[in-house]
């Protein structure tokens, strides 16, 4: 079906207002105020933001929401409201497709992130515009989302084309039907939807043209020492590039009791940490920076790979936005994957 674009929103803060439906908070991407910044940041809709539902990916990732930087997981309030979660992009949804994995399955269950996937509806947005740094397609995906949205949204003109995937996505249509005048005509993705997302994938393709690669990762592993030290030569071990990752989950918990209260807090680890895995005895796996650095590479395309069956990387490209080493994540790895297992040929004489 379609909706003009400013029902959509308006529709967004009556769910809020009226309370209509069960979604007691609603997050979408909103300009930070007072800046010309062509980069939105998730925030909670409230009377005087400014949604910024198109163009493309946040600053910062859908995890945030979800599986937020420090949470009290013990004991867990399970009494949290229903949300509804707004304007993510396609790097975003996949990203929350192999959280799901990781966070929600037969051996291990965190109870405050399946709290949040089980009370929130994902209603994601096809990308109208790239930042420099995506990379989606060299990561096997698309300016849009295929799977692991409830319900999505894609810009047709002065409209968007609706869709549900879910029964909580055709919950949420089911209301829009309800309370807005939509045109229900169009029960199948329109031709000109189809064309925009062509002319999309070809602008983040051609925007990575000089960071094609093979997808054949498994090299990563054979590539010798030396060539990790070089390419990790900037880096300082900071650990924003994981924590900003969409798909980096590593937790370190804290016993916060006081007394006869039992409480346990959840925060996000870093493998590029010095203190990552350590044991008491000081010990630590990856002492070196080039270590810790070449592991992070290695768990986004070798190890997710083999345990969640998709990459742990989804091309959103803030890895190399927040490095203060301004190292180039995609460059890191078209040099990785072109090196021979047996090293790079020495520089001959000039
Ligand atoms: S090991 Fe490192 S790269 Fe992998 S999920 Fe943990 S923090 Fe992220
Ligand atoms: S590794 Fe970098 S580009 Fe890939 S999903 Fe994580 S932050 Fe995005
Ligand atoms: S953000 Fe850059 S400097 Fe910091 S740990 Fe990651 S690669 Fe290293």
Request: hydrophobic share 35%; aromatic share 8%.
């Given at each position: 079906?379609?909706?003009?674009?400013?029902?959509?929103?308006?529709?967004?803060?009556?769910?809020?207002?009226?309370?209509?439906?069960?979604?007691?908070?609603?997050?979408?991407?909103?300009?930070?105020?007072?800046?010309?910044?062509?980069?939105?940041?998730?925030?909670p809709?409230?009377?005087k933001t400014c949604p910024a539902l198109d163009g493309h990916r946040t600053i910062d990732?859908?995890?945030?929401?979800?599986?937020?930087?420090?949470?009290?997981?013990?004991?867990?309030?399970?009494?949290?409201l229903p949300a509804l979660l707004a304007g993510v992009k396609a790097c975003d949804v996949k990203a929350l497709e192999i959280l799901d994995r990781a966070l929600i399955n037969e051996d291990f269950v965190d109870p405050a992130y399946k709290s949040w996937r089980d009370r929130t509806t994902v209603l994601s947005f096809d990308c109208t515009d790239t930042a420099p740094t995506c990379h989606c397609t060299l990561a096997g995906g698309k300016p849009y989302a295929e799977t692991g949205?409830?319900?999505?949204?894609?810009?047709?003109?002065?409209?968007?084309?609706?869709?549900?995937?879910?029964?909580?996505?055709?919950?949420?249509?089911?209301?829009?039907?309800?309370?807005?005048?939509?045109?229900?005509?169009?029960d199948r993705i329109p031709a000109a939807v189809e064309a925009r997302r062509a002319e999309m994938t070809a602008k983040v393709e051609s925007q990575n043209a000089e960071f094609a690669r093979s997808a054949e990762y498994g090299r990563l592993r054979s590539s010798p020492p030396e060539v990790w030290k070089e390419e990790s030569r900037e880096c300082v071990g900071c650990g924003a590039c994981t924590h900003i990752c969409p798909t980096c989950y590593c937790l370190i918990l804290n016993d916060e009791s006081q007394a006869a209260n039992f409480v346990k807090v959840r925060s996000y680890d870093s493998c590029q940490l010095h203190g990552y895995a350590r044991?008491?005895?000081?010990?630590?796996?990856?002492?070196r920076v080039d270590e810790r650095f070449r592991h992070r590479y290695l768990c986004k395309f070798v190890f997710m790979k083999k345990e969640f069956g998709s990459l742990g990387c989804t091309g959103c490209g803030r890895c190399t936005?927040?490095?203060?080493?301004?190292?180039?994540?995609?460059?890191?790895?078209?040099?990785?994957?072109?090196?021979?297992?047996?090293?790079?040929?020495?520089a001959g004489p000039a």
């Open positions: 079906m379609l909706i003009p674009l400013d029902e959509l929103v308006n529709f967004l803060r009556r769910c809020l207002n009226e309370h209509i439906g069960p979604y007691r908070e609603v997050y979408l991407p909103v300009m930070p105020s007072g800046q010309d910044s062509p980069h939105s940041t998730l925030a809709l409230r009377e990732p859908a995890k945030i929401l979800v599986y937020g930087a420090r949470e009290r997981v013990a004991p867990f309030d399970r009494e949290s949205f409830d319900a999505n949204a894609a810009r047709f003109g002065g409209h968007y084309f609706l869709s549900a995937a879910t029964d909580k996505g055709r919950t949420l249509l089911d209301l829009i039907r309800k309370h807005v005048r939509v045109d229900t005509t169009h044991v008491a005895s000081g010990a630590s796996p990856r002492p936005e927040a490095c203060p080493g301004g190292i180039e994540f995609r460059s890191v790895v078209r040099h990785l994957m072109e090196t021979p297992p047996g090293g790079r040929p020495a």
